[in-house]
């Protein structure tokens, strides 16, 4: 190969390595700054094709998407001076690339280390404005709620990081204080159940009141129907007696001293004293019932 040919050759590879080293991308995922000669010259870089002057120019890319950053566990007090440990994390990302790359130097690991210095001084400050029973369960959603919202308005401003939201993962207590809260909650609960047990009695009383009531308004109602049904029975039968007795007394009269005769006679061992002349053998000295 002769010297023209390797001279073009080298210049070729020149010109690809300064073109390859002139052009970067930034992806949708990505945030990046362009700085030159070390200083910051252009941030916010839209994602694309972009250009850049080799040696003059480096990019610093960053990832933009939601991370998640894992805090030690630290000890806190509570209103009550009651200490506990806590494991927290916390879910963030770049909001400001310029103020975050000012604030870290673009260094994800110097970020969460002042991330967590806020979040551990938040959750100080929180876990003091309440007590343990707060804490572990009544108030802890809202805690974080306002946690978040204190973070913000520090991070957004000087590190140009949006806390998303920031979770406590878990909850150690001193063994002292684990019996204390046990006891209480085990106190409370108790007292809930003696409150259930009781609107539970109150509502059975009235329910047994309310049917003793509906019991005695039914037999009344019953047996006030069983006397009209009873009287207008009596009273048709008097009617049909009285009606009989009407068209045949004589018979009707033979008719009662039968059955009066079945009803004296129908014991063995009876003993009647009666005056031979009663009214009462009337039919029996004569079947037609003369004197």
């Not at 806590?86 to 994800?108: F, L, P």
């Not at 059975?204 to 006030?224: C, H, L, P, S, T």
């Not at 009606?243 to 061992?269: C, H, I, Q, V, W």
């Amino acid at each position: 190969m002769s010297t023209r040919n390797l001279f073009f050759l080298a210049l070729a590879l020149v010109v690809v390595l300064v073109g390859y080293n002139s052009v970067y991308i930034v992806k949708e995922t990505e945030r990046a700054v362009l700085l030159e000669f070390g200083r910051l010259d252009q941030a916010g870089i839209e994602a694309g094709l972009h250009f850049k002057v080799p040696l003059m120019h480096q990019v610093r890319k960053f990832d933009a998407r939601i991370l998640t950053f894992d805090a030690r566990p630290e000890k806190f007090l509570t209103v009550e001076k009651k200490g506990m440990v806590v494991d927290s994390y916390a879910k963030w990302r770049i909001q400001d690339v310029n103020t975050y790359y000012t604030a870290t130097n673009g260094d994800e690991v110097s970020a969460e280390r002042l991330l967590a210095q806020r979040i551990n001084e938040g959750l100080r400050n929180q876990f003091a404005q309440r007590s343990l029973l707060e804490v572990v369960s009544g108030e802890r959603d809202q805690l974080m709620i306002d946690l978040t919202a204190a973070l913000n308005e520090f991070t957004k401003s000087s590190l140009g990081i949006e806390v998303v939201d920031v979770r406590v993962k878990r909850i150690d207590l001193p063994e002292d204080v684990s019996e204390s809260v046990f006891s209480r909650m085990a106190s409370e609960r108790a007292r809930e159940a003696q409150e259930h047990r009781a609107k539970g009695r109150e509502q059975a009383e009235v329910i047994k009141a309310d049917a003793d009531r509906q019991k005695v308004v039914i037999e009344a109602e019953a047996y006030r129907d069983s006397e009209l049904v009873r009287g207008e029975g009596d009273a048709l039968a008097a009617a049909i007696y009285a009606d009989a007795y009407n068209k045949d007394p004589e018979f009707y009269s033979f008719m009662r001293s039968l059955n009066a005769y079945k009803e004296t006679f129908s014991g063995s061992g009876d003993l009647l004293l009666v005056d031979p002349d009663s009214e009462f053998f009337r039919y029996l000295k004569d079947p037609k019932g003369k004197q």
